[in-house]
């Protein structure tokens, strides 16, 4: 079934990782397909391109404004206007706030939140047009509760939900819808990167390092997958999902349970 067929999904950092794992899931279901990320920008073309969609890469820097209006006129140009728009692009960087770098603090805002306003301000007027589009917004557990050492990621993250709200009431009574959902710990390779670094610092094996790193928050010792994200937002693109209207839906083993 291709229930997107003919619609246009823009997924900002959708070279590897969740991004490329959502971009995969809405292909799966006809959509055509932007890509945008600083990674093997030719591999997830070609991964794309496998379901018989559509799909275009832009390199768009997600921290600069005139680059990301760059990548909404190509977007329209080449596939016509977002149809979906996922606002997934993220940094990250782990330091007690007195010694958190200014400018690092400066990039995380950038991309984790402000990135996400443009795009949903140069998509929305023709998603009004249409009555019908979808914002989802990648936010995270720690948009909905904070760590230790994450001030400007966590800070970036609720920003995103609070975002997330205004859009939906600002569309409640359009087509168009906007969510949020708040992923824990999912398995892509920076993750088990982080694993790796912590086993080789403790001296223990990876699996252990796993078991610790998933016991400290998530209760269900399993990692969510990224497909099982991209799944979700098929489903809010949905007729089923056309009344979820700002929600902040976390997928976490438990995290927020707790």
């Known amino acids: 079934m291709h229930t997107l067929k003919g619609k246009t999904a823009l997924v ?3 070279t590897s ?19 945008n990320g600083f990674g093997d920008a030719d591999a997830a073309v070609k991964q794309i391109a496998s379901y018989g969609v559509a799909v275009r890469y832009h390199g768009a820097d997600m921290s600069q404004p005139a680059e990301i209006e760059a ?15 996922v606002n997934n692009a993220g940094i990250q960087h782990v330091a007690a706030l007195e010694h958190f770098p200014p400018e690092r603090w400066d ?24 009555n019908w589009g979808r914002i ?15 001030s400007a990621y966590v800070a970036a993250k609720h920003g995103l939900i609070g975002l997330t ?7 409640a009574e359009t087509g168009v819808t906007c969510n ?22 403790e001296g223990v094996s990876v699996q252990e390092a796993q078991r610790e ?22 489903f809010l693109c949905s007729p089923a999902a056309s009344q979820i209207r700002g929600a902040a839906w976390n997928v976490d083993g438990g995290w927020v349970a707790q």
């Open 17 to 35: 990782g969740i991004g490329l794992a959502i971009a995969s899931e809405l292909a799966s279901q006809g959509a055509n397909i932007v890509l």
């Open 107 to 130: 990039a995380i805002i950038a991309i984790n939140l402000t990135a996400a306003f443009h795009t949903s301000r140069l998509a929305i007027p023709a998603m009004r047009e249409r």
């Open 213 to 234: 790193l998933l016991s400290e928050k998530q209760p269900s010792h399993d990692f969510v997958t990224a497909e099982q994200l991209g799944q979700l937002v098929v």
């Open 71 to 85: 990548m909404m006129r190509y977007a329209a140009a080449e596939l016509g206007a977002v149809d979906i728009l």
């Open 180 to 201: 949020a959902i708040c992923p824990g710990w999912v398995r892509t390779p920076l993750v088990m990167e982080q694993i790796e670094a912590r086993a080789r610092e």
């Open 165 to 171: 709200k205004v859009a939906a009431l600002e569309l």
């Open 136 to 150: 989802v917004n990648v936010a995270s557990v720690h948009g909905l509760v904070a760590s230790r050492q994450k």
């Open 12 to 14: 900002t950092g959708s």
